[in-house]
């Protein structure tokens, strides 16, 4: 049985809270105040402005005075095409910074979006696109704003918008069945009106339907053929009797023996702080900050209708302002606690996404295990870990983005990908270049995802090291006389220009990241390794968009000494910029990264060859990595682990794990799916 948990604890405002929606409000009432501001300007983003890293570290160890709770604003003035960095003190009711920031577009607010929508319907030159193609209810037009990317066509200092066309056959019918393709509408944000409309050819709108909800999948037309749900499908039931394992004051959490802050910002939407691990008493951080730093998905179709596909979904649009509210039983199974996180709209007033994250535990499977075949005695542990989870919808695509920890001091970041396909149409009977088929006329381009995570690393204090680390055999000789033997090499990073790194599958590369001043009973510095999952670099070329804006997909790893305002790995501003900076401007500096406060950045992508089976909904895809402790403890940190107590179900055969609460009902992991939400504006 699905349940939803009251709050737990008490509320605390410690430093990293994310800001409520009294804070919010009053931070624009003390911007209107003390500034004058006028009709033209915009809140784009109003957030926790977090305190210096080591004011909250000494705020913590001496648990002294609070710290001032602050706004951090992005504003932007329409009438003067001005964007402006402000902090507010929340405590002494002042505006403490207001810089304004040249040559920069901010992300695009929802109102924009929604804006777009009706600028673009109204415009004689698309209706007239539209007729073209045999449509004349424009109220069936589903139109999906895209960032404008760079372009040196582009008007100089015009803030712009290109929306793409659907078209619905009907209300609630799944509009990316039915693409216009060639038709590109270029919009000026800050005069809300269409200053370029190009047709490049009517290309006729695919023929079938391709819907997923119940009411309309078992349609003639549908593609793919349905004529029933299934009839099979039994209930899992999650059951905790005694509760969860995990207890939550305000947002800081404890669960088995570890413990963290849940977070949140408008840009990268979920974020953990202080991930500690209490090992025989003593609490040991592991990571001080953990967040999506940025997105960037490039399309590999040169069409103009694809070609603009470009798109930083966190630093373009802001992925914590299109979460999901997550629905239990759908989303989130089992016992959960969820939080809800607080945005701003453009006039600055606070806007709550009830139940945005969502926070549970899970059965896992088997832990460890071993049978003493000589004396047929079985020990075996159950793993479990907690779940901390959100849900992004940015326009057709889902995204999921998922924090694991686990029983054995391990922690795993995973993507799902779902959603529906950003589709194009092509005549039937052709056969599309740079993506594939899915219906009959319609097909689904070529397409990679990158993401990049940041990792404000703590292993046992500020000062860490980072070692790449590859297995090689050993050439034949005196000290591989059976040609079987292999060593692990360890190259220090001790450099930010030796530390732009890729992966290498066929060598098992890992990167340590270790505190060589702290060391385990074994001598060996403590450290944590971090583990590559699956992984693609970009295909786009020198030249192309991807390669000038988006520096950061075209290295795995990256490390950086450590700057309070350094968190984005395409730059503060990538919107509408042709070189947005980043991570390939911090690590110009050249830092020192030996022995030093430092930060770790991983990319990762998937790589999109699309197939039927994504339509008309995408199966879930994932990607991500893992970090696990590599000698941080003096052994296995699951061994106390208590056993399971085995429960038959009599009479049928199968057997089932319960027990003490140790594990799920029926050992069901209760995995997220994408599922219910709302729907963002932007698309992919």
Not at 176 to 192: F, H, K, Q, S, T
Not at 489 to 513: G, H, M
Not at 603 to 629: C, I, N
Not at 632 to 642: I, K, S, Y
Request: net charge negative.
């Amino acid at each position: 049985m699905a349940v939803q948990l009251p709050d737990v604890g008490t509320t605390t405002r410690n430093p990293l809270e994310p800001l409520n929606a009294d804070e919010i409000r009053r931070a624009s009432e003390i911007l209107r105040e003390q500034r004058d501001l006028g009709p033209t300007v915009r809140f784009v983003t109003v957030a926790l402005h977090e305190p210096p890293k080591q004011e909250v570290l000494d705020h913590d160890r001496n648990g002294g005075q609070a710290l001032d709770r602050g706004a951090f604003v992005v504003l932007y003035d329409r009438g003067h095409q001005q964007t402006v960095e402000a902090v507010v003190s929340l405590s002494s009711g002042m505006v403490t910074s207001w810089q304004v920031i040249e040559d920069v577009q901010p992300s695009v607010m929802l109102e924009e979006f929604f804006s777009t929508e009706e600028i673009t319907r109204a415009d004689p030159r698309w209706q007239e696109a539209m007729r073209k193609r045999g449509v004349t209810d424009f109220s069936l037009a589903m139109i999906d704003p895209w960032a404008a990317g760079y372009d040196i066509e582009d008007p100089q200092g015009r803030r712009l918008i290109r929306p793409l066309t659907f078209v619905r056959s009907r209300e609630d019918d799944n509009g990316y069945a039915r693409p216009v393709e060639g038709l590109i509408v270029l919009v000026d944000l800050d005069l809300m009106e269409v200053i370029d409309v190009r047709d490049h050819g009517v290309v006729p709108l695919p023929p079938t339907a391709g819907n997923y909800v119940p009411e309309l999948m078992f349609d003639d037309d549908n593609r793919p053929a349905h004529t029933r749900l299934r009839e099979d499908v039994r209930p899992i039931e999650i059951t905790q009797p005694d509760g969860p394992s995990f207890t939550v004051d305000g947002h800081a959490v404890s669960w088995q023996k570890w413990r963290l802050r849940v977070g949140y910002s408008p840009r990268e939407g979920l974020v953990l702080h202080q991930i500690g691990y209490e090992d025989r008493g003593r609490l040991r951080p592991v990571i001080y900050r953990a967040s999506l730093s940025e997105m960037y998905i490039p399309y590999a179709d040169p069409a103009p209708t694809h070609r603009i596909k470009n798109v930083f979904d966190e630093g373009e649009y802001g992925v914590g302002l299109l979460l999901n509210p997550l629905e239990l039983g759908c989303d989130c199974l089992g016992e959960i606690h969820y939080f809800d996180a607080v945005a701003n709209d453009q006039d600055g007033q606070p806007v709550v996404i009830p139940n945005a994250i969502c926070m549970h535990e899970e059965d896992f499977g088997v832990g460890w295990k071993h049978t003493d075949f000589r004396t047929e005695k079985v020990e075996v542990r159950r793993s479990r870990r907690l779940v901390i989870s959100c849900f992004a919808t940015v326009g057709n695509y889902e995204y999921g983005f998922f924090w694991y920890l686990y029983t054995d001091g391990s922690i795993q970041f995973e993507v799902k990908l779902s959603g529906v396909l950003s589709t194009g149409a092509i005549p039937i009977g052709e056969e599309p270049r740079f993506g594939n088929l899915v219906a009959p006329g319609l097909y689904g381009p070529h397409h990679q995802h990158f993401f990049n995570v940041r990792l404000d690393m703590q292993v046992d204090g500020e000062r860490n090291s980072v070692y790449e680390v590859d297995a090689a055999a050993l050439p034949p000789g005196p000290d591989n006389p059976y040609d079987n033997a292999w060593v692990t090499n360890k190259t220090l990073l001790a450099r930010e220009s030796e530390a732009q790194r890729l992966i290498d599958p066929f060598v098992a590369r890992t990167w340590y990241v270790v505190n060589p001043s702290q060391v385990n009973e074994l001598g060996q510095p403590v450290g944590y390794k971090l583990m590559p999952g699956d992984n693609v670099l970009p295909l786009q070329q020198e030249g192309s968009q991807a390669f000038s804006r988006a520096q950061f997909a075209y290295k795995h790893l990256w490390v950086t000494a450590f700057d309070d305002n350094q968190r984005y790995a395409a730059g503060d501003y990538p919107n509408q910029h042709g070189s947005p900076g980043g991570l390939v401007e911090y690590q110009k500096a050249d830092r020192p990264l030996e022995d030093q406060d430092l930060v770790v950045w991983y990319s990762f992508g998937a790589h999109h060859v699309v197939r039927p089976e994504d339509w008309p909904v995408m199966p879930v895809s994932y990607v991500g990595f893992h970090l696990k402790p590599v000698g941080f403890f003096d052994g296995n940190p699951a061994l106390d682990m208590p056993r399971s107590t085995p429960a038959c179900h009599p009479g049928d055969g199968h057997e089932h794990g319960h027990g003490n609460g140790h594990g799920a009902t029926g050992q069901a992991a209760a995995h997220h799916d994408a599922g219910h939400g709302t729907a963002g504006p932007a698309a992919q």
